[in-house]
């Protein structure tokens, strides 16, 4: 059974590429061409939010580097821990909502120190899973499409958030 779905996750790539310029050549489109000016508008986008990457980053380096966020996770630390949130896990939240990528190398740190089968290790993992880089996706998407009026989409975003950590934490209690 394994040897059979490793063999169909390793043609369904290209049977869905050549899916695509199959039907692209069926309709008449000019599949290469197309494929070409796709590319360059890809690029074009990079190019515009490569600045809001570079910021974000750059920000969430010196909060990490300054001494913040531990700062940031000992004060919030006496309201956290009593739902069951440890204080190490505040900083993780917080970098979460600007940068994934900085945000696995604080949970490398906490699996360094805690282990992945802790209960901290636990609410970890399954926080990483169930939150979302809000910040960041908003800046990245909404300068793409050109979005200046956000509307709910700020509060939605944390509100999710808000319960991706709960759930989190009720999870990890499960386990």
Same mark, same amino acid.
């Given at each position: 059974?394994? &040897?059979?779905?490793?063999?169909?996750? %390793?043609?369904?790539?290209?049977?869905?590429? !050549?899916?695509?310029?199959? /039907?692209?050549?069926? &309709?008449?489109?000019?599949?290469?061409?197309? !494929?070409?000016?796709?590319?360059? *508008?890809?690029?074009?986008?990079?190019?515009?939010?490569?600045?809001?990457?570079?910021?974000?980053?750059?920000?969430?380096?010196?909060?990490?580097?300054?001494? !913040?966020?531990?700062?940031?996770?000992?004060? @919030?630390? &006496?309201?956290?821990?009593?739902?069951?949130?440890?204080? *190490?896990?505040?900083?993780?939240?917080?970098?979460?909502?600007?940068?994934?990528? @900085?945000? #696995?190398?604080?949970?490398? *740190?906490?699996?360094?120190?805690?282990?992945? *089968? %802790? /209960?901290?290790?636990?609410? #970890?993992?399954?926080?990483?899973?169930?939150?979302?880089?809000?910040?960041?996706?908003? %800046?990245?998407?909404?300068? @793409?499409?050109?979005? #200046?009026?956000?509307?709910?989409?700020?509060?939605? @975003?944390?509100?999710?958030?808000?319960?991706?950590?709960?759930?989190?934490?009720?999870?990890?209690?499960?386990?």
């Amino acid at each position: 059974m394994a &040897n059979v779905l490793s063999h169909i996750s %390793s043609i369904i790539i290209p049977a869905l590429i !050549f899916y695509i310029v199959a /039907y692209g050549l069926v &309709n008449g489109s000019h599949v290469y061409e197309d !494929f070409i000016k796709g590319a360059g *508008d890809g690029l074009k986008t990079v190019v515009q939010i490569m600045p809001t990457l570079v910021g974000l980053m750059m920000a969430v380096g010196i909060l990490r580097a300054s001494g !913040f966020l531990g700062l940031l996770g000992q004060m @919030a630390g &006496n309201l956290t821990e009593g739902i069951g949130l440890p204080s *190490d896990l505040v900083p993780l939240i917080f970098i979460k909502l600007f940068s994934s990528s @900085a945000a #696995t190398g604080l949970v490398l *740190d906490i699996f360094k120190t805690y282990g992945t *089968d %802790s /209960y901290i290790g636990l609410v #970890t993992s399954i926080m990483m899973s169930c939150t979302e880089t809000c910040f960041y996706t908003m %800046s990245v998407y909404f300068l @793409a499409a050109k979005v #200046t009026k956000t509307r709910y989409t700020l509060a939605g @975003a944390l509100a999710a958030t808000a319960a991706g950590v709960a759930m989190s934490i009720v999870m990890a209690g499960m386990m």
